[in-house]
């Protein structure tokens, strides 16, 4: 299968501070990402949708401003949260669709466990 | 509003023996579902996918059946093994290439 990575794996940072979380398709061209956010014992949650070129697309009750979502090439997109606060911990995942995949399957990044202090 | 359910949070079953998972929805109709297999602090890992014109899929030791009238999947791993302890999760979609909406997952815990 297709793989994706996620750099960091995981992050400790203070109130306030951001934090940037690289997701990467390592052998095939991502046209579309997704981020999820995944809470203890709870089901992933879908947070934004991008397109590489375009902006990415909120899902309701995610405030775009403070998590900045770029997809810049068809092997990258970041997601940066800003003024990072305690409730912002969680395991964040992204996936990957694109042109070798067949058209239903998503492959998953390993995820980032965000921890804010 | 769209709702996903997967019937146990928890399910403990003895090595060889089948584990039968199931997976209920309301409010939607789907393209087609998926299941995905996760380990603790990892992202899930794609196992199953079946569309909605389909009532059964197999791969290896796995079987997926879809029943759109009973809005419920069956997922069945046949002679279960310690390594198969895992959450699984279900997945739904609609169209290609969009989000895939979860489930809470079932934590399946096999026993030697």
């Known amino acids: 299968g297709a793989v994706v990575s996620q750099h960091p794996s995981w992050v400790i940072c203070k109130s306030g501070t951001s934090v940037k979380i690289e997701c990467r398709s390592l052998?095939?061209?991502?046209?579309?990402m997704f981020w999820y956010r995944q809470f203890p014992k709870q089901s992933l949650m879908l947070m934004a949708t991008s397109n590489e070129g375009s902006k990415a697309t909120y899902e309701q009750g995610v405030e775009k401003d403070k998590f900045l979502i770029n997809h810049a090439s068809l092997t990258l997109s970041t997601l940066t949260v800003t003024s990072a606060h305690p409730e912002d911990s969680s395991f964040y995942i992204c996936s990957g669709v694109g042109d070798r995949i067949s058209y239903n399957e998503q492959f998953f990044g390993p995820g980032t466990r965000l921890t804010v202090l | 509003s769209q709702k996903i359910e997967q019937n146990s949070e928890a399910l403990n079953i003895q090595e060889g023996k089948t584990a039968t998972l199931t997976c209920n929805y309301t409010?939607?109709?789907?393209?087609?579902l998926q299941w995905y297999r996760q380990d603790p602090g990892r992202g899930p890992v794609f196992l199953l996918l079946?569309?909605?014109?389909?009532k059964e899929k197999r791969k290896e030791r796995l079987k997926v059946t879809f029943d759109t009238t009973l809005k419920q999947s069956l997922f069945h791993i046949t002679a279960s093994q310690p390594a198969d302890s895992a959450t699984y999760l279900c997945?739904?979609?609609?169209?290609?290439?969009?989000?895939?909406?979860f489930g809470k997952g079932t934590t399946l815990s096999v026993s030697s």
């Open positions: 997945a739904l979609g609609d169209q290609a290439g969009t989000a895939l909406i």
């Open positions: 409010n939607y109709s789907p393209a087609y």
């Open positions: 079946i569309r909605e014109n389909e």
């Open positions: 052998d095939f061209q991502a046209t579309t």
